[in-house]
């Protein structure tokens, strides 16, 4: 393979796979030094649902995590996208916040914030159901992840009004800046994302390259450096983006007990080198960031106290909760149906899928594009039967498969 053909595939895999870098729930780099000097050479054992203030160095409960956070205008929760646990974590924040009184906007890095906001108004109203509000608010074009692990934070949102906003760039956007570089925007697309990204923070580029699988090494990551250079303009961009528009959110609602609260991948979190650092530019505000952090009782997880201002110890989580077919598609061109990638040991391995099929139907329904394989996937369960329809070459093949955790 030559060397601009690895650049290309580099490119689009990580761009495709970016806005969730904490996607899995081990091996995160939650133990570097890097981060807030007064914290970072300081480690310390998390246990299952020990939720630790590592700015004071004591445990709190749910309810004083709110305390913890009476300063902040906005908060950042991580999530590892399939972790129940994750959300978990987020609507217990929430709701500690709300009962404390804040006046509480959710923000997410799921939507853009040019997405339409009336489907999330008619959902707080009562307006609409969930199904419409999936439909209407482009759902499964914005986000790949499952509703069900989001639902319990829409539904509290819902309880007690709680706007829900967008606050994230534009896919394309980025995308276009993981294959040019920020210099290689043209004005129209410069005025989509956040005026002032900082790409010069070296620990942010260490937290990177450890979250892509290169290590704490900053030449790493298996990919040419300008192509490294590029996957960390563009992750700043997301960054610097959500930092713009969640300090937005904060400036147009002059209530003193107003805070922003953004539920967001932890890569975009962690050490307070993401969106806290890039929000400096447009905020003089508190900006606090709560991690879920997955450990296990027989064998805790060994961190760094400048990980986030609150660690919140979680289980870990054999399995996701809901149906993952294990198989990525094009993200753009003419044929969003061809598949880019099959993950080992998937359903879509085992079914036989591999990449360059192009999908056709699943369980009868024709596939047009790839939200649609999201939106059936979040009608099934574990254990139930698939069928696909495949052109493969000249050859048109069914194949048949179960949804099975492996």
């Known amino acids: 393979m030559t060397r601009a053909r690895l650049a290309h595939l580099l490119t689009a895999i990580v761009v495709l796979t970016m806005p969730s870098l904490a996607r899995s729930q081990s091996r995160e780099p939650f133990s570097l030094e890097i981060g807030d000097p007064a914290r970072k050479s300081r480690t310390m054992t998390l246990a299952v649902d020990q939720i630790h203030d590592t700015n004071k160095g004591v445990d709190v409960s749910p309810d004083e995590v709110a305390a913890a956070l009476a300063d902040a205008s906005i908060v950042l929760v991580g999530e590892s996208h399939t972790s129940a646990e994750s959300h978990r974590v987020q609507a217990a924040v929430i709701a500690a916040l709300q009962r404390a009184g804040r006046k509480v906007t959710i923000g997410l890095e799921m939507f853009p914030a040019e997405a339409p906001t009336a489907p999330f108004d008619r959902w707080l109203r009562g307006g609409i159901d969930e199904a419409a509000l999936l439909r209407e608010s482009g759902w ?33 956007v980025v995308s276009m800046v993981g294959r040019r570089g920020l210099s290689g925007l043209g004005g129209m697309e410069r005025g989509q994302i956040a005026p002032t990204i900082d790409t010069t923070n070296e620990e942010h580029k260490r937290l990177f390259v450890a979250y892509v699988g290169g290590g704490s090494d900053t030449h790493g990551a298996g990919m040419p450096p300008e192509v490294l250079q590029r996957m960390v303009e563009a992750q700043a961009t997301w960054d610097a983006t959500m930092a713009f528009h969640a300090a937005e959110l904060i400036k147009d609602n002059p209530d003193p007990k107003a805070v922003v609260v953004v539920l967001v991948g932890s890569g975009h979190v962690a050490y307070n080198l993401g969106i806290a650092r890039q929000a400096k530019a447009y905020t003089d505000k508190r900006v606090a960031t709560v991690m ?40 753009s061109g003419d044929q969003p149906t061809t ?24 369980d009868g329904q024709p596939i047009r594009k790839d939200v649609e394989v999201r939106a059936l996937l979040d009608r099934k369960q574990w254990g139930d039967a698939i069928t696909a329809t495949i052109k493969r070459g000249d050859e048109t093949l069914t194949l048949t498969g179960r949804l099975r955790r492996r």
């Open 140 to 172: 499964y074009d914005y986000w790949g992840y499952p509703w069900g692990y989001y639902r319990d934070v829409f539904l509290l949102a819902k309880q007690y009004r709680m706007p829900i906003r967008g606050v994230n760039a534009p896919r394309a």
């Open 339 to 362: 598949v880019l990638m099959v993950t080992p040991g998937s359903p879509a391995e085992a079914m036989g899928l591999k990449a360059g099929d192009m999908l056709q139907t699943l």
């Open 292 to 331: 879920p952090i997955a450990t296990s009782p027989g064998k805790p997880e060994e961190i760094r106290a400048s990980v986030a201002d609150i660690v919140w110890g979680v289980p870990t989580e054999t399995y996701p909760l809901h149906p993952t077919l294990g198989v990525s598609f094009r993200s």
